[in-house]
Every structure is written in structure tokens, then in C-alpha cells.
């Protein structure tokens, strides 16, 4: 049969028909400041630093033998609030640079602290955290904790929850908890886990303890995404909430849903099928100031070193371009990433 020239438009053709190489979604440019913990291990010495989202180390501040982590800024960058565990404990505050360390939660006669998990509000002037109404944990250290707020120099602590309804876990543990508090952008709101309807879900409040309301509905199956939520945080712009989903805060994937609940999208897909013990969690999630990337700490295959590795990771907002962004855990913090500091030219 004779071809002629009809071949010459087979491209083109083809192309209107949508039949084209898909274009490649590059990774968000990321900039701004990391403040993150240099140690992965529970009991090892951890200290802070802060460096920017290529890995570039730009101070170290702590350094000792102390367990420094869950560390979050202030919104203007001037301001370091962090977890330390040592003799003392509790939750610290610094400036930016290192320096003016104090104690903001001492207890008299000098009792330990167990206060953790600080976040300071966008303005400055709060602090919100977990603790235990009676300055220290029971028999068990998993019931007992609410979420609580001081002012920014440690004056004038208030509790803000009274949780009444605890849960068993998957190993048989009871647990009761409000924690993990985190703002939202404009200071209203207050986002943060409890065990109040029987799970571990993700909750709402107004910023001065009002107006609760749960977000989460998990089921207790053997899915990926449940029964347990924490580690909740809003986006930049207030739109959106990043979460643990999974089980017993450990062995979980990282989910997204609107700000009111709705619209629940699963981002990870590594996650534990409730029945084995040893499997990857993707846990932690933290925004980038620009709300395009999401860190989040893993215990997932690096094929770069070709093992399992204990380490922080970055991804779109959408879930792609899942990346090793620090070669270990960033430590927890809420607010660790932000645009600039006065103190980092």
C-alpha cells in the first residue's frame, strides 16, 4: 500500500489526543530555618541547632548532656521554646541566638518538671504545652496529661482541658490524654489530640479553652489510617490540618483534611496494617512558612543507603516528591520551620 505523507502528522495527532510524556513535577524550593534535635535516640544526649532546609548547620543551640528536643519558634524568629529532660526538666525558653536560657516551668522546692510539647501562640505572648494536673505522671505516664497555656515568661498557667474518657490501645494500654497543642495562624483556635469520645483524635478548641470539638472519626480497624491521630498542625494559611493517622502514635502515615474536618486526604502510604510491631511510621508533620512542603520525621527505606534509617523527610503538599530533607529525626517540635529570624542573615 502506498504511504505517502500522512505519517508526517501522527505526532501531532497524537499529542491532541493527550498521548504526551506527562511533564514532571519538580520539588517546591525550600528556604527559611529549621531548628531540630541532633539525636534520634530516647535516653542519648540531644542537643538543638538550627540550619536551613539544604542542611547547612548555621549555630548550634545546646550543648550538653541534657535531652533537648521538641523544639518550635516564635512566629517573628526571635524566640527558641524547647523540651529539655535532665534533673530539672520541663519546658525552656531562649533567644534565637542561644543565648538568656530559663526554665519556664520549675516546679518549688525543685521537682522535676514533666511539662512538654511547647508551641508559642503568633503573636508571642502564650505558650501552649502539655503536663500533668499534678506536676507529674501516675503509675501511668500515658493517662493524666491536658493541654495547658502560660504566658510567655512561664507566668499565669492555666489549664484548658479535663479529659474524662480514655481508651486501651492495640498492646492493651489504657490511655487518657489531651496534648499536643498547636495554634492556629491567626491565634483563635487551638488544635490538638484527646481521647475524650474513646481514640485518640484530632480536636479543636478556641484559643482560651472553649468551644471543643472533635475533627477526627476514626474506626477501630486494621486499616492504615487508624484508630489513632496526634501530632496535629495547621498550614500557614489556617486552610488545612497535617496529622498522624495511624496506630498508637507509632506506626503510622501522614493525612491532611480541611481545617474543619472534611476533606481527609492520606499523603504516606507505608503504613501498619494494626498487627505487626515493626513496621514504618511516618510521623510528626511540620509546614514549611510557605505552606507548599511538609517535613515529617520516618522510619522508612532510604534507597540511598539501602536501609531502614531513622530520619526526616519533606514532601509536596499533595504527597509527592517524598525526599530525605535531615539524615535523622528533627525532634517533634511544633512551628520548627519558619520564613527568617533577626538573629540569621
Partial sequence: ?????????????????????????????????????DSTLEKAPANLYVARPDGKILRYLTQDNNWNRNAGWSYNGTKVVWNVRNSTGGIWL?????????????????????????????????????????GRPGSNALAGIEVYVMNADGAEKRRLTE???GGITRTHLFIRWSMRPAYSPDGKKIVFVSTQSGNSEIWVMN????????????????????PDANFASFSPDGKKIA?????????????????????????????????????????????????RSIMFDSTRYDPSIRRYAEQTWVM?????????????????????????????K
Avoid at 502514635?249 to 486526604?265: E, P, Q
Avoid at 509536596?316 to 533577626?342: C, F, K, M, T
Fill in 207 to 226: 484559643a482560651d479553652g472553649t468551644e471543643k470539638k472533635q475533627l477526627t472519626f476514626n474506626e477501630k480497624s486494621n486499616g492504615p489510617e487508624g
Fill in 94 to 134: 531562649m533567644d534565637a541566638n542561644g543565648a538568656q536560657k530559663r526554665e519556664l516551668t520549675a516546679h518549688a522546692g525543685g521537682a522535676p518538671s514533666y511539662a512538654f510539647g511547647p508551641a508559642f501562640s503568633p503573636d508571642g505572648k502564650h505558650i501552649v504545652y502539655s503536663d500533668y494536673p499534678l
Fill in 243 to 291: 496529622f498522624l493517622c495511624g496506630w498508637e502514635t507509632l506506626y503510622g502515615n501522614i493525612c491532611l483534611m480541611n481545617a474543619d474536618g472534611s476533606g481527609r486526604i492520606q499523603l504516606t502510604h507505608d503504613g501498619d496494617d494494626g498487627l505487626r510491631m515493626d513496621e514504618t511510621s511516618n510521623d510528626e508533620p511540620a509546614w514549611s512558612p510557605d505552606g
Fill in 163 to 165: 479529659t474524662t474518657v
Fill in 1 to 37: 500500500m502506498k504511504r505517502g505523507l500522512w505519517w508526517l502528522s501522527v505526532p501531532l495527532w497524537i499529542a491532541s489526543i493527550g498521548f504526551v510524556e506527562p511533564q514532571v513535577q519538580l520539588p517546591a524550593p525550600l528556604t527559611g530555618l529549621i531548628v531540630a534535635s
Fill in 316 to 344: 509536596n503538599v499533595d504527597g509527592s516528591n517524598q525526599r530525605v530533607l535531615i539524615r535523622h529525626l528533627y525532634g517533634e517540635g511544633r512551628n520548627p520551620w519558619i520564613e527568617a529570624s533577626p538573629y540569621y
